[in-house]
């Protein structure tokens, strides 16, 4: 299995922002804000954000603000939808400067996205689902005001969307996905069943002896994928269960699918790596306290250091 090839990863990273105009860029160019955010914290969990000059990355990621409504764009020239502006949030906090941001433009933004029964749009045209749920709360609680949303009708929407196996759903109804990151930003995790949705959860291991064995899947029947070692992880923290699954083995499966030769990290052993899994690789590694990376907030998905900054100021 070998090691976290760390060096091999910055390089990588660092090489993404170079290939512009190749087919993967092409694909990426609408969430281009995204993939600066998984790239950027990858590269702080790896001690190695001082690569990047923090002047250029803030610059181009206001580029993607729109100061006629308080969102930012997957891009520049892009429309603004509430992913990118958390990503956006998310990057100015590891680089310590949310204070370029107008903050009330901003979650005036957001809080305008919630809907009636307390759910939030992903935009203006008015896609509804869990996830965005969690990026207004995020957003919200980095800019300290929670305050501008419902916070009671946001919650009860989200466990409005419980179902019968302890997951979550997107919508009521919805087969069991993430959502309980929103619910403990707000501390209503009184509301999840640890024992049954830690049940659930660790039943995504894999167990074939196979090259993807230790693996998790996203749900019942379906592939392992390096993603869902987040997902997963992130919620059994939260819940207090992440000794409930086999953590040498979903290690074991991380490093497998590392291109040791030219960095980056992929779905699965032997896949084409990309950004998205790079992240969600070293970040489920840094859940798992491999040695030498900065510890992650399973919550916020930010580094542990730029969390106490943002809310105890050290
Ligand atoms: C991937 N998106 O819809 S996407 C994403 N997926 O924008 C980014 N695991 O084809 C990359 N699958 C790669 N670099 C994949 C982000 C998806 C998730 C797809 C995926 C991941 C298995 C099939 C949804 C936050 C934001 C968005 C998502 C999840 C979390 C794709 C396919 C879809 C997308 C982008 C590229 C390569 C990278
Ligand atoms: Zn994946």
Excluded at 67 to 75: E, H, I, M, S, T
Excluded at 87 to 95: C, N
Excluded at 103 to 130: C, K, P, R
Excluded at 222 to 239: E, G, P, R
Aim: glycine content about 10%; overall charge negative; aromatic content about 10%.
């Amino acid at each position: 299995m070998g090691e976290l090839e760390s060096d091999k990863h910055v390089e990588y990273i660092l090489s993404i922002e170079k290939k512009k105009d190749d087919f993967d860029a092409l694909l990426m160019e609408h969430l281009r804000i995204n993939g600066a955010y998984w790239g950027l914290t990858t590269l702080d969990i790896l001690h190695k954000i001082s690569a990047v000059d923090p002047d250029e990355v803030i610059s181009w990621v206001m580029k993607c603000y729109h100061d006629d409504c308080g969102g930012f764009g997957g891009n520049i020239g892009h429309d603004p939808h509430i992913l990118n502006t958390l990503s956006a949030v998310q990057i100015l906090a590891l680089f310590d400067r949310i204070n370029v941001l107008d903050a009330e433009m901003v979650s005036n933004y957001i809080a305008g996205l919630q809907n009636e029964d307390g759910s939030f749009s992903g935009d203006m045209w008015g896609e509804i689902d869990t996830r965005f749920s969690y990026c207004a709360i995020c957003c919200l609680s980095i800019l300290h005001r929670l305050n501008k949303i419902n916070v009671e009708k946001a919650v009860n929407y989200i466990v409005s969307c419980k179902n019968l196996d302890g997951g979550f759903g997107c919508t009521p109804g919805g087969e069991s996905h993430a959502g309980q990151s929103a619910l403990a930003i707000t501390g209503s995790l009184h509301h999840v069943d640890r024992d049954l949705l830690g049940w659930w959860l660790c039943e995504r291991q894999c167990n074939d002896g196979g090259p993807n064995d230790g693996g998790l899947n996203g749900r019942p029947e379906k592939l392992v994928d390096v993603c869902y070692s987040w997902w997963v992880l992130s919620s059994l923290i939260m819940i207090d269960r992440v000794h409930w699954i086999d953590k040498d083995k979903l290690t074991r499966f991380i490093l497998n699918c590392q291109d040791k030769e030219n960095g980056g990290i992929s779905d699965r052993a032997d896949d084409a790596v990309d950004v998205f899994h790079t992240y969600f690789g070293v970040a489920g590694l840094s859940l798992m306290e491999y040695p030498g990376l900065k510890s992650i907030d399973p919550a916020y998905a930010l580094p542990v250091d730029v969390v106490n900054r943002i809310f105890f100021g050290k």
